[in-house]
């Protein structure tokens, strides 16, 4: 206590500190500050399950302190993955904002590969979408009630084992799916199914759709590797249904060639019977013969 009443050193002690934090708390403090680094910058806005490209982001070099933990230092980190949310031009890329995969609710729009198509039909009554228990990756037949008119109901041999990518309700979110968020207080009746279907079978959906008469049936649910099972049976039936041009192109070939081979059978026998009149001997006229 008598230590605390000395002025004198109190006042050599509070110099002291002062010092120190003059010459090597500042310095460090300033350093610091000053210390540049890389980070990736958005310069096009960015959507929600978007996929980043080159053109959006560009590598810049800003302060190093009181920088967001997790910002992305390094572009090729950032590019070809898809944007967890919305990003403006000039914002900082975090790692938790973007992944490998994009939203879940856009995946199956993103694994489109150009040999197969998504189509939606619309479940114009609850029974008609399974009372809403369809869920991504089932297998359903689709049945036609009074099919192209003939007054029965089949379920069309393009139709057998279809895949079911997404039901979606009328606010455009997935419909039980299991990608609803807890916030939903009710859950919402779906009011389309989205099916990935060849260009044949969308036809065909297309026309039912327009008929406003279609139905979904369960086949199976369950594991990917014995859902593949049924779609691979129903493309076989599709290639026998709708042979690949390659074939119907190696099937046409043997008549080209036939006909080319008619084609100059039929010119050889008329050279033939030109070279037959130029050997002919012409036939006296009359005047000829008076002479």
Known sequence: MNLLKNRTLIGIICIILSLIICFAVTPMFNQSISEKTEIVRVVKPIKTGEEIKPNMVKTVEVGGYNLPEGVVRNADTAIGKFASADFAPGDYILSSKIADEPAAENAYLYNLNGEKQAISVSVKAFANGLSGKLQSGDIVSVIAPDYKKQGSTVIPQELQYVEVIAVTATSGSDANTGKQTEESEERELPETVTLLVTPEQSK????????????????????????????????????????????????????????????????????????????????????????
Do not use: M
Request: overall charge negative; hydrophobic content about 25%.
């Open 204 to 291: 065909i959906l297309a026309e039912l759709e327009a008929d406003g008469k279609l139905r979904l049936s369960l086949v199976y649910r369950g594991e990917h590797k014995t859902a593949q099972v049924f779609i691979d049976a129903q493309q076989t039936v599709l290639n026998e249904l709708y042979p690949p041009a390659e074939e119907s192109k190696s099937e046409d070939k043997p008549k080209e060639g036939a006909n080319q081979e008619n084609t100059s059978a039929e010119q050889s026998n008329s050279n033939q019977a030109k070279e037959q009149e130029n050997n002919t001997p012409e036939t006296p006229t009359a005047e000829s013969e008076v002479e």
